[in-house]
Nanobody, 125 residues
Framework: QVQLVESGGGLVQAGGSLRLSCAASGRTFSMYTMAWFRQAPGKEREFAAGISPSGGSAKYADSVMGRFTISKDNAKNTMYLQMNSLKVEDTAVYYC??????????????????WGQGTQVTVSS
């Protein structure tokens, strides 16, 4: 099956930037819908950003729109999340997710059968 590995998390000051990466296994990465979810302690896991298989369209949660940019490099089997103007409330474990059936990003967690292990992002004041 599809295996996903996140990297790039860490500690950053408010207002700073961070770039997350998600490396995927398999030969059909170009056909995967990809997404980033995040989960803060005591809160539900929530959709942050998603991207279509070709990388031609993206969807963002209102909370990150204008600050985060999702991208997909099919030649490298890698998805990225560029996070700018980070806020303390962005602190969470960020998870990479993939869907090889749907063809476009959706908000619901249950629509993504493949998940990475998560990477911690901590934004300090």
């Amino acid at each position: 099956q599809v295996q996903l590995v996140e990297s790039g998390g860490g500690l950053v000051q408010a207002g700073g930037s961070l770039r997350l990466s998600c490396a995927a296994s398999g030969r059909t990465f170009s056909m995967y819908t990809m997404a980033w979810f995040r989960q803060a302690p005591g809160k539900e896991r929530e959709f942050a950003a998603g991207i279509s298989p070709s990388g031609g369209s993206a969807k963002y949660a209102d909370s990150v729109m204008g600050r985060f940019t999702i991208s997909k490099d099919n030649a490298k089997n890698t998805m990225y999340l560029q996070m700018n103007s980070l806020k303390v409330e962005d602190t969470a474990v960020y998870y990479c997710a993939a869907d090889d059936v749907l063809g476009y990003p959706v908000v619901g967690l249950h629509r993504y059968p493949y998940w990475g292990q998560g990477t911690q992002v901590t934004v300090s004041s």
